[in-house]
Nanobody, 122 residues
Framework: QVQLVESGGGLVQAGGSLRLACAAS????????MGWFRQAPGKEREFVAR????????YYADSVKGRFTISRDNAKNTVYLQMNSLKPEDTAVYYC???????????????WGQGTQVTVSS
């Protein structure tokens, strides 16, 4: 079973940047579409971004488009989320996830990390 471990969360002021990383435990990493999701207190988990198997295509939620960038390094079994121009409404626990199919639906993802907290202060 592939395990995912996120890192890079923390506290940042509005307008600042953070870079999240998610390392996978197996070389089968390249067989998965990788996504980032987030869940704020009292809200449902929502899609943030995804990247296809070789990194050829990326997709973003409208709320983060132009501010966040997803990328992957299959040689390092790692996916990244560069977050710029952060806003207080970006505060949430961020999860990386892996899916065998190209989807933004969290139900299609069968690999999940433990999550990392991102807090943006105003």
């Amino acid at each position: 079973q592939v395990q995912l471990v996120e890192s890079g969360g923390g506290l940042v002021q509005a307008g600042g940047s953070l870079r999240l990383a998610c390392a996978a435990s197996a070389r089968t990493f390249s067989r998965y579409v990788m996504g980032w999701f987030r869940q704020a207190p009292g809200k449902e988990r929502e899609f943030v971004a995804r990247i296809t198997w070789s990194g050829g295509s990326t997709y973003y939620a409208d709320s983060v488009k132009g501010r966040f960038t997803i990328s992957r390094d299959n040689a390092k079994n790692t996916v990244y989320l560069q977050m710029n121009s952060l806003k207080p409404e970006d505060t949430a626990v961020y999860y990386c996830a892996g899916s065998p199919s190209d989807s933004s639906d969290s139900r299609r993802y069968d690999l999940w990390g433990q999550g990392t907290q991102v807090t943006v202060s105003s």
